[in-house]
């Protein structure tokens, strides 16, 4: 224990001396310690004494790994992709130089420790004594074979080399679970030989995880997750406990400052899968091994992969990442006794398994028949149809969330929804994120908003890059505030209030006809926006800006309406969008007006990426205008392809705006104004920074107000109140 003391230390110091480099550059401190993430417990447990198999399942648990296959659909096709994967009749391969393409030695090693954990796997799935040989020296001369080649020659430290860390996280993952099931067939002499492998290279991975990754980051974690499997597997080794330890404070190091407290993951969606690939597999050896379960720790995890989805199931595109399945069916398991918000009765596994079963994988499965690649981003590393066929358990039974569809997360994040159906023509889903950046992988996106509807995606955010992390467009143009549907106060987007502080959420309403939230943020040179997002009726979405800038300035409301055509002029424009892989044939109508005297709207093109390589340019808005204290009002409304808007106008008194948006017999009518000053229109009067009324057959039937004291149409008092108030109600 003193010893994993003295390493935390150790770790602490040499990150805020990294974080001292950093701060020459962008003046200020990294402060990994002040977010609101979790840990889980540090102190290593392993078991009395080794037992084999035990990382997965037990020698007793084997017969019910092997009948699972016939137990449903699911379950056979997760047995057809791992008994007819290429990886358990490809020839061994030859060992690499320490001069060939980094591609050619990243594969080797990659397939050929996929090739020993499927290989090691099969052993437990036949009764065929002949079959069960062939696996055994198939296992056996893989793990023989672990780290031949150059990989100690190689620094992982080198960027982009063929074993970045973040590979041997999954290498040693899958040699430690090949080993666990081939291990009871083992002579004494091939245990030794295969054992000193392993041994070596959980000690070269101990000393060196820090070196490699000083920082908290996926590339710390990865690792840290694949070293505590295998020191699992080797729990007699001597040196076990000491490896656990390291694996156990780097992992805390990553999700105590990538994750927030309820879940969220601040790299992106992306990187969430991407590190899903090792904790999962982890956490589940480690609750296997030493009963140590982990899983309630990552419960918030499992809890936002639900809350963040789509309307078609995917983790949105913000941050570095494209779109993302959520593999929450992998987890479910874990979760057969759990609790959650996401429902009234039902355990968290149900809400997992039906989150997966309602995923539309359309997108992903063109991309991999596109490229061969699956959407993990470790395909040549990771075993995900045998993972899936491993976690899946076909007695849990799918369940639909039947808590508010709309879900305000303390992180920063809000999902506004209408149902939790996923890919259903009726379905509207706005997410509006407000989550204190961390210092890997960020876009400029405060306060920016996606929108999918009609099962299409609509608003978007520009998405991570065109194909990879080192391209120039990344940086120069996809994490730039001008691709993310922020208001730019003099082309800059709001900031945190303070380093991993998130910006402020409030005026919180969640009723079943009306939704509401207002976030705000502070720019760095001065000023503040504040946002609100109104889900009137459910249906459609307003979002109304106050920008106060003290010094004067140029704010700018930008819009990407997703990947389609564009047109419409003056405050109008419509996006179409053609049936794609994202989603069928639809509709965006917006309309944009702003309180400044020289407010204008104008056309713009920019980049969009949703999946690797499928980018395109597609046409944005910019509307903007200049002062101290200015209003912007968008109103977006999806629709069915071909269908029609609802007739949208606007007047304007100085820096008060009324926009009245017509449907049918219903008429909403919406105030912004910065602060909440006497308003006097024909049809509305209020004092509050924001109202909305809605009146069904010239009758009003719901209102909703921020900071009002009053409310009145031309016929009615709908409100008075001696202090302020924001509420919202149906009459
Ligand atoms: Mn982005």
Redesign the pocket.
């Known amino acids: 224990m003193i010893n994993l003391h003295i390493k935390s230390i150790f770790a602490v110091v040499f990150g805020l001396f990294l974080a001292s480099a950093v701060q020459a550059q962008d003046k200020v401190e990294v402060d990994y310690e002040s977010y609101s993430g979790f840990t889980c417990d540090p102190v290593p447990k392993l078991p009395a004494k080794e037992v084999h198999p035990s990382l997965w399942f037990t020698a007793d648990q084997a017969a019910a790994m092997r009948v699972k296959k016939d137990q449903d659909e699911q379950a056979a096709g997760l047995w057809k992709q791992v008994s007819e994967s290429q990886f358990l009749i490809m020839d061994l391969m030859p060992e690499p130089t320490i001069n060939d393409d980094k591609k050619v030695v990243h594969q080797y090693y990659g397939y050929m420790a996929q090739a020993a954990k499927y290989s090691g796997f099969m052993i437990w799935m036949t009764e065929d004594e002949t079959e069960k040989q062939k696996f055994i020296d198939r296992t056996v001369a893989l793990l023989e074979r672990a780290y031949d080649g150059p990989v100690y020659e190689l620094d992982p430290k080198e960027k982009s080399g063929p074993t970045d860390e973040i590979y041997l996280g999954t290498w040693i993952q899958n040699y430690a679970a090949a080993y666990d099931w081939v291990q009871p067939f083992l002579t004494q002499e091939q245990d030794k030989a295969i054992r000193a492998r392993l041994v070596k290279q959980c000690d070269y991975l101990s000393k060196n995880i820090y070196r490699w990754t000083s920082r908290p980051h996926n590339h710390l974690s990865k690792p840290a997750w694949g070293l505590g499997s295998c020191a699992l597997a080797l729990s007699d080794e001597r040196d076990a406990i000491n490896w656990l330890g390291v694996a156990l404070n780097a992992a805390n190091e990553n999700t105590k400052y990538f994750f927030s407290a309820d879940g969220i993951y601040r790299e992106g969606s992306h990187y969430l899968g991407f590190s899903w690939t090792n904790f999962l597999p982890f956490m589940i050896n480690y609750k296997n091994v030493s009963g140590v379960n982990q899983f309630e720790d990552f419960k918030p995890v499992m809890e936002w992969g639900v809350a963040v989805r789509n309307s078609n199931g995917w983790l949105p595109n ?2 570095d990442s494209f779109i993302r399945p959520f593999p929450g069916h992998m987890a479910a398991a874990m979760y057969k006794d759990t609790q959650t918000f996401l429902h009234s009765s039902a355990p968290l596994s149900e809400i997992l398994m039906w989150a997966w079963n309602t995923t539309d994988m359309k997108p992903f499965e063109a991309y991999t028949e596109r490229t061969t690649y699956n959407w993990t981003g470790a395909t040549w590393d990771y075993t995900l149809p045998l993972d899936e066929y491993l976690t899946y358990d076909p007695t849990i039974k799918p369940t639909m969330p039947d808590s508010s569809p709309t879900v305000f997360l303390e992180g920063g994040q809000s999902m506004f929804r209408n149902t939790w159906k996923t890919s259903a023509p009726e379905g509207r889903y706005l997410l509006f994120q407000g989550v204190a950046e961390a210092d890997n992988h960020e ?1 400029y ?1 405060h306060l920016s908003f996606i929108i999918s509807a009609e099962a299409q995606m609509m608003a978007s ?3 991570y890059t065109r194909k990879s992390y080192g391209e120039k467009m990344r940086t120069q143009w ?2 730039q505030a001008v ?2 549907n922020v208001v730019t106060l003099n082309g800059e987007a709001p900031v945190d209030p303070a380093q991993n502080v998130t910006p402020v959420s409030r005026h919180r309403i969640n009723t079943d006809f009306f939704d509401f939230e207002e976030k705000e943020a502070p720019y760095a040179s001065g000023g503040k926006l504040r946002r609100a997002i109104a889900f009137a009726g459910e249906s459609y979405f307003v979002v109304a800006d106050i920008v106060s800038a003290p010094k004067g300035g140029e704010a700018t409301a930008i819009l990407h309406g997703g990947r389609g055509t564009m047109e419409g002029d003056e405050n109008y424009r419509v996006w179409n969008y053609e049936a794609d892989t994202y989603g069928p044939a639809a509709r965006l109508h917006v309309w944009t007006f702003g309180s400044a005297d020289d407010f204008k709207i104008e056309d713009a093109e920019g980049e969009l990426t949703y999946l690797k390589g499928d980018f395109a340019v597609f046409p944005y808005t910019k509307a903007s205008g200049n002062g101290t204290e200015q209003v912007i009002l968008q109103v977006l409304v999806p629709s069915a392809q071909g269908k029609g808007g609802p007739e949208v106008s606007s007047v304007k008194q100085g820096n008060q705006i009324l926009v009245t948006v017509k449907d049918g017999d219903i008429t909403d009518t919406y105030l912004l104004q910065p602060s909440p000053a006497p308003a006097e229109f024909d049809t509305l009067k209020s004092d509050a920074t924001f109202a909305w009324v809605r009146e069904e057959g010239g009758k009003v039937s719901k209102f909703a107000v921020r900071e009002a004291t009053n409310l009145k149409t031309n016929r009615t008092v709908l409100m008075e109140s001696a202090e302020a108030k924001t509420e919202a109600k149906a009459r």
Do not use: F, L, P, R
Request: proline share 0%.
């Open positions: 913000i941050e876009h996106e955010d520009g998405g996809y994490k691709a993310h």
